[in-house]
Structure formats: C-alpha cells, structure tokens
C-alpha cells in the first residue's frame, strides 16, 4: 500500500498562475483533507471532505477551490496564485475520527 | 482564532532526559486530544492520543497527561534520544467530527 500520495513534490508558480496538487489515498478512507503548514502557524486545514461527494470549507479556504473527483483523488486548486501562498500543503485521509493518514507534502514557492 | 496553544515552540533536552510539551485548549467541546510527530521533510504521523475520560495514557517512553478541569494536556517523552528529534503537534476534535485543530508545534532536538 502506498498510502498517501501527492504530486507533485515541489513547485515554483509566479503570481497570477494557476495549478492542481493532487492527493490520492488507496486505503479506502471515507474523509479527505488539504491542511498548509507555514513556520509557527501549524497546520491549518483548508478543505475537507468528509465523505465522496461532499467538500466543506477549513479554517483558510480563500484563494483556494477542491474537488473530490472520486472516493480516492482530492485535489486543491489555486486559481490565481498569491506569495501568500507559499507553503508546505499535507493531503490526508481518515476513516474515522481517529486518525489521519498525511501524505509526503508538496513545497510551493509563489514568486 | 487559535483554540489549542501549544507551548514551548523549541525544546532542547541532552539524551536520557525527559522532553515535556505542554497545550492549552478553549473549547469544552473538544473530547479527542492526539500527538502528531513529524520528521524533516515527512507528513506528520499519529503518535499517540488520548480520550477526556482518562488522565493519562502510557505507550512506551510517550505518556499523555490530561487535566480536564484546567484543559490542559501534554506529551512527555522519557529517556529522550536523538531519534526523538522531530517536531511535534498537539490536536484536539469533538464528536465524531474528523476535523482536527492543530497546535503551533514544538521542534524537539535531543543531543548527545
């Protein structure tokens, strides 16, 4: 099993453009969640999804949009990225309110 | 809004000693409270956790203390080693909900 995956790893965006980080988990988890991960802040969750289907806002969803394409793939979108946005994102996944499976992480710089 | 305060942000104890985190929470809603441990460069991973009806919990050297009544609850780790070095989050959940509120996180380093 491979768990949480993302991709991709690293990226560099200037500001105005766009991209999808893609998150898939193949542990059948029900639940789905973007948290970023910025110096001193902790994770701060974005979006979730508690179920296939369903997606509710986090605690910083502005400037950022998700789709849960499937009981397996969530992806987050940035419309028009912003500096502000430079951050480390973490996909996770749970089956319950246990616990959450998290992903390697993505480092985005916006320049 | 923070509703969990995680304390110290930077934590240095030699081998052998005992690494203490301390968090605070607001909401008395809360009933789930897990330890997060994340390495360089690695997703965070579950640790360990604890439920309200219990005042501590003990898995290996990891121990969690809760103190319901001032709402506070930590994470000792004892007989440290330099393979504890990592940074570590206290969370808090209620219900069944699945939504975890973080704290700041502390950067443990044990030195030789």
């Known amino acids: 099993n491979a768990g949480v995956t993302q991709t991709p790893k690293f990226q560099v965006l200037k500001t105005g453009q766009s991209m999808t980080l893609q998150c898939a988990q193949d542990?059948?988890?029900?639940?789905m969640y973007w948290y970023r991960q910025d110096p001193g802040m902790g994770l701060r969750l974005i979006y979730y999804s508690a179920s296939e289907g369903t997606t509710d806002k986090g605690e910083v969803p502005n400037g950022y949009n998700v789709s849960r394409l499937n009981k397996r793939e969530f992806s987050l979108r940035l419309e028009s990225a912003a500096p502000s946005q430079t951050s480390v994102y973490f996909c996770?996944?749970?089956?319950?309110?246990?616990?959450?499976?998290f992903g390697p992480g993505t480092r985005l710089t916006v320049t | 809004q923070q509703q969990v305060k995680q304390s110290p942000q930077s934590l240095i104890v030699q081998k052998g000693g005992i690494s203490i985190i301390n968090c605070a929470y607001e909401n008395t809603a809360f009933d789930y409270f897990p330890w997060y441990q994340q390495f360089p460069g690695k997703g965070p991973a579950l640790l360990i956790a604890i439920r309200p009806d219990v005042s501590e919990k003990k898995e290996g050297r990891f121990t969690i203390s809760f103190n319901k009544s001032a709402k506070q609850f930590s994470l000792h780790i004892m007989d440290s080693q330099p393979g504890d070095s990592a940074t570590y989050f206290c969370?808090?959940?209620?219900?069944?909900?699945?939504?975890?509120?973080f704290g700041t996180g502390t950067r443990l380093q044990v030195t030789l």
């Open positions: 969370a808090a959940s209620s219900g069944t909900a699945s939504k975890l509120t």
């Open positions: 996770a996944s749970s089956e319950s309110w246990y616990e959450q499976y």
């Open positions: 542990m059948n988890h029900n639940s």
